[in-house]
């Protein structure tokens, strides 16, 4: 061995400054040009753009020997014939490759290569099933470009050598600091290590890669993968144990779908086919190599804390080696072995016998996310299968649970990953029977289960009989044991380990596979519907008006909503922190009661007399300043918003409406003429109609003015305007502004705008609308109104989302006389306007929001976050500032601080990567680059945390 990591454990990077790098590179290789530092662990590399091209020039580690270099280029010139692109091997002017330098105090080998362009994956989410097969492909083909090359200088011991595995570990323990910690990536290392014992010898050898990983695979734009970079951890290794370190790099990016590496591990096999002992020899070397990650990441960061590359790795790691660990590693040999071998799958064979007297009659019990049964948070509780099973049976039947279903039951709130919600088998609920086989077949004892292997191959296991046979050959009909209470019923194509009972939605098509649905040998159709939420969404899209679009690409089906939780199809629990229409949160047992019973009572328009219709109109004149006394109701935000710029109209006899720029208003004829958000309407600006003027947006964060002081500036240009449409002849009916720039991502105005603007409107006639129905309602934790915040008082204000909850309701309040002069254009009718169901539900949003204080939750959680978001900004650039107060908060990302460059295709990403970690946040703003923070206001300080959290990963990712 020419080198070992072993005899030198500690491999701190060599201190070479960027200085030294740009002369080292001038003076070597006659190469000048800006230089960079790149990441590595172990050794320095610097990108050097030169007038004729890119350059990476490479500092190794002193523990390297130069043969070991010379054998990477090597390495490097054999890869070539893949296809993929990899670094050139740039010489100096007299030949050499491989020079040996003075640096920092040391003596430093150096090579300078070609740059491959491309980002690394490192940076993306999720990995798709394109992604994960290209990795697989690049593998297999480097592997059987590398079979023949032959170097002294591969006879290495690195640390990430698998065929060390055992011992790195060992020797790096103590670096983590957590006992516990040490505990569990000791005994994962020794499992797996007894699992290769005896597969070691039968292993094949020969040059890898070593590290073809998310860090080391760049792509060009679309593609999927364009070229593989670092080359330096080749050596001779075993062949699968390429393909090992290449899955463990696709766990860390999909982490709750262990079976993803399938798409890698079959487009490698492609390529280069493997042994039936490779395939057993894989999931161990997976988790030795997920193992070595976590040891290693803890040494590094304890050698050299100043390495932000190892320290942002290690959430990630430790998060793969859990779910690494955390498998059968029987099933997964046996998955392996399977997807490796293919061949047909066995049949489930149709029952000649029934399994149970009584099973044609049973009951099934619905345990799906939609589930009727699972209503006002019941899902969480720990025994609600058991409830609903025991509802199910009272008179008496036996009932089954149903295969294929993705219970709710199982779902996680505030989980970064997708809980395991598919169910591979069916519970048969009887109080005693005896079970016969329903076909014929050979009998062995599992723990507690017994598995009938049947003619064709598969496993029927049945789990939960008692007095089981002794027989080991059975004929359809024999006694198999009794039933004194549930029955598993599974069917399996594993052949041999248990199959787990849950399965992760992810790898949902793979487990359908290899645990298909027992209908026919239970004689019943025990399936539940598969969810498709690709083909909802074409159905979607086919009847559905385009421009009403949808959140995300490839969005989540929701189809529960529980507080600030939202579930979709899957079980997949998500924090929303987008519903603020969601003013008490979704699926409120109050509301839902509250609405029924109204329902049932009665529902129809306000031109009859009913009683709640004065509760409510009076309740909401109560919030409202001193003489705003009059309430019209109606359906929406829009509706509110024009009635109100028709009220303004009418009490002035003047046409002309200021509106703030950047605003949304809402979509009717008149609330839409006065929203000009280019997140909206691109075309906003010059498609305004004569009697809208537009205002500056006094944004104090990119607006012309800046700062918290900044009111006095932007008055003065309203002035200016004002006195101009004066010249003009403009006669003026009032100003419309949201009070906090919700469109904006809660922009705060600048201190006392909304209170100066007022004057300056009023003192030329004009009536002053607050648009609260975004940012009012309690939302601010510190003012009920927005109003309040900038110490106005409006003449009108309208409301809808959170008064409704998601009812469509809305409403305008304004003083008496202004009300009055609508009489001039006849009378006012909205068919559901304030309906009794719709009155039902504005008094007990009113009530729930007292009687739970949300005001004060909004407060302080809202403080909470605001602070939390804060803290996240001093280590994220992208982070330019966080808006807003209470619950109404924006995180504006841009590129750069100094010139807040909209970082908009960032937020898309944070976005999407934020569903992929369980939260649904969008982007707002004219730039699309402020996530919009805005969840039910009964948000919990966990569930804020959760969000994070998230976040914190996402950015590190995206930063
Ligand atoms: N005003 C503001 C400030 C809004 O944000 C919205 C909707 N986003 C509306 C009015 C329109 O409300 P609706 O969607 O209920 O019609």
Redesign the pocket.
């Known amino acids: 061995m020419i080198s070992s990591f072993l005899d030198s454990p500690a491999l701190p990077r060599p201190l070479v400054s960027v200085d030294e790098a740009a002369r080292i590179a001038a003076v070597e290789f006659g190469v000048t040009g800006g230089v960079t530092e790149l990441g590595s662990n172990q050794d320095r590399n610097f990108r050097i753009d030169a007038e004729d091209g890119r350059y990476v020039l490479k500092v190794a580690n002193p523990a390297f020997d130069p043969e070991e270099l010379a054998a990477q280029n090597a390495a490097l010139d054999a890869a070539r014939g893949t296809g993929l692109a990899v670094p050139a091997v740039v010489a100096a002017p007299d030949g050499r490759t491989v020079i040996e330098v003075e640096a920092g105090g040391q003596r430093l080998h150096v090579r300078l290569l070609g740059y491959v362009e491309g980002t690394p994956l490192t940076g993306d989410g999720r990995f798709g099933s394109g992604t994960r097969a290209a990795l697989g492909a690049a593998g297999g083909a480097l592997a059987a470009a590398l079979a023949g090359l032959e170097h002294p200088g591969l006879a290495r011991g690195t640390q990430w050598n698998l065929e060390i595995a055992g011992e790195v570990v060992g020797l790096l323990l103590p670096a983590v600091p957590q006992a516990d910690r040490r505990d569990a990536v000791a005994a994962a290392t020794d499992a797996a290590l007894a699992r290769l014992a005896p597969l070691r010898a039968a292993l094949r050898r020969q040059p890898i890669h070593g590290d073809l990983t998310d860090d080391n695979v760049v792509r060009v734009g679309d593609a999927a993968m364009s070229g593989v970079i670092d080359f330096g951890d080749v050596a001779e290794s075993w062949l699968v144990a390429e393909l090992a370190v290449t899955c463990a790099s696709v766990l860390h990016h999909n982490p709750d779908q262990p079976l993803a590496i399938l798409d890698t591990v079959t487009a490698f096999a492609a390529e280069m086919p493997l042994t039936e002992e490779e395939a057993d020899a894989l999931w161990p070397l997976i988790v030795l190599r997920t193992a070595v990650l976590v040891v290693s990441g803890e040494q590094q960061v304890t050698l050299d804390g100043d390495n932000d590359y190892a320290d942002i790795n290690r959430a990630a790691e430790e998060r793969a080696f859990r779910v690494a660990a955390a498998q059968d590693p029987d099933v997964m040999a046996a998955v392996l072995r399977r997807t490796l071998g293919g061949g047909e799958p066995a049949p489930v064979p149709a029952a000649e016998a029934p399994l149970l007297p009584g099973l044609g009659e049973a009951v099934t019990v619905d345990l799906s996310v939609p589930s009727r049964a699972l209503g006002a948070g019941l899902w969480l509780s720990p025994d609600a299968d058991t409830q609903i099973v025991a509802a199910a049976r009272a008179d008496g039947r036996a009932a089954l649970t149903r295969w294929g279903e993705h219970r709710l039951t199982r779902s996680r709130l505030r989980s970064a990953e997708a809980p395991a919600t598919l169910t591979l088998g069916v519970e048969v609920h009887v109080s005693a029977g005896q079970v016969t086989a329903p076909v014929g077949g050979t009998v062995r004892h599992a723990g507690d289960a017994l598995v009938l292997g049947v003619a064709g191959g598969g496993e029927l296991w049945l789990t939960g009989l008692a007095d089981r046979t002794t027989e080991s050959s059975i004929a359809p009909g024999a006694p198999l044991g009794q039933a004194r209470g549930p029955l598993t019923v599974q069917f399996s194509r594993l052949g041999g380990p248990r199959p787990p009972l849950f399965a992760a939605p992810g790898d949902g098509a793979t487990w359908r596979l290899l645990c298909p649905d027992p209908s026919p040998l239970l004689g019943v159709a025990a399936a539940a519907p598969e969810p498709d939420p690709s083909g909802a969404l074409a159905a979607r899209d086919s009847s559905f008006g385009a421009v009403q679009e949808h959140y995300y690409a490839d969005p989540p089906q929701i189809e529960r909503g529980w507080r600030e939780h939202l579930v979709d199809v899957h079980g997949r629990a998500y924090v929303d922190l987008v519903n603020n229409v969601t003013s008490i949160g979704h699926g409120h047992p109050r509301l839902v009661d509250a609405v029924a019973g109204q329902w049932a009572l009665l529902n129809t328009n306000s031109r009859f007399h009913y009683g709640v219709l004065a509760q409510f109109t009076e309740r909401l004149a109560s919030l409202a300043p001193d003489g705003l006394d009059t309430v019209f109701l109606v359906n ?4 509110a ?1 024009d009635l109100a710029l028709r009220l303004a109209t009418a009490a002035t006899g003047a046409p002309t409406v200021l509106a703030l720029r950047e ?5 009717t004829l008149g ?1 839409d003429a006065v929203s000009s958000s280019l997140g909206d309407n691109p075309g906003a600006l010059d498609s305004r109609p004569d009697w809208v003027r537009l205002v500056e947006n006094p944004n104090p964060y990119r607006g012309r003015h800046r700062g918290a002081d900044s009111a006095p500036a932007y008055l003065a240009d309203l002035e200016r305007q004002l006195d101009g449409m004066a010249a003009e002849g403009v006669r003026l009916a009032g100003l419309i502004a ?1 009070p906090i720039f ?2 904006g991502g809660g922009v705060l105005l600048p201190d006392g705008y909304l209170r100066g603007a007022f004057d300056l409107v009023r003192a030329r006639g004009g009536i002053c609308i607050a ?1 609260e ?2 940012v009012g309602y309690g939302r601010l934790g510190d003012w009920f109104w927005g109003f309040e915040q900038q110490g106005a008082v409006p003449d009108v204000i ?1 409301i ?2 959170a008064m409704g909850n998601g009812h469509p309701l ?1 409403a305008v309040i304004t003083r008496r006389e202004i009300a009055d002069s609508l009489a001039a254009e006849g009378s006012l009718f909205s068919s559901a306007g304030g309906s009794p169901v719709s009155c039902v539900v504005g008094l007990t949003v009113l009530d729930v929001l007292e009687e739970e204080g949300l005001q004060d939750n909004a407060r302080a959680v809202g403080g909470h976050l605001r602070s939390e978001l804060l803290r996240l900004g001093e280590r994220h650039p992208l982070i330019g500032a966080v808006h807003g107060h209470g619950l109404y908060l924006g995180v504006e990302l841009v590129r750069d601080r100094a010139s807040a460059e909209p970082a908009t295709e960032e937020a898309a990403r944070v976005c999407d990567e934020l569903l992929a970690e369980g939260c649904i946040v969008q982007p707002t703003g004219d730039g699309k680059n402020v996530l919009k923070i805005k969840p039910p206001m009964c948000i919990t300080r966990e569930s804020a945390d959760f969000f994070v959290s998230a976040l914190d990963r996402v950015l590190s990712r995206v930063g």
């Open positions: 929406s935000g829009s509706e918003v605003a949304y208003h809402g979509w609330s949201e919700g469109n648009d129905v975004q309208t809808a989302k809305g």
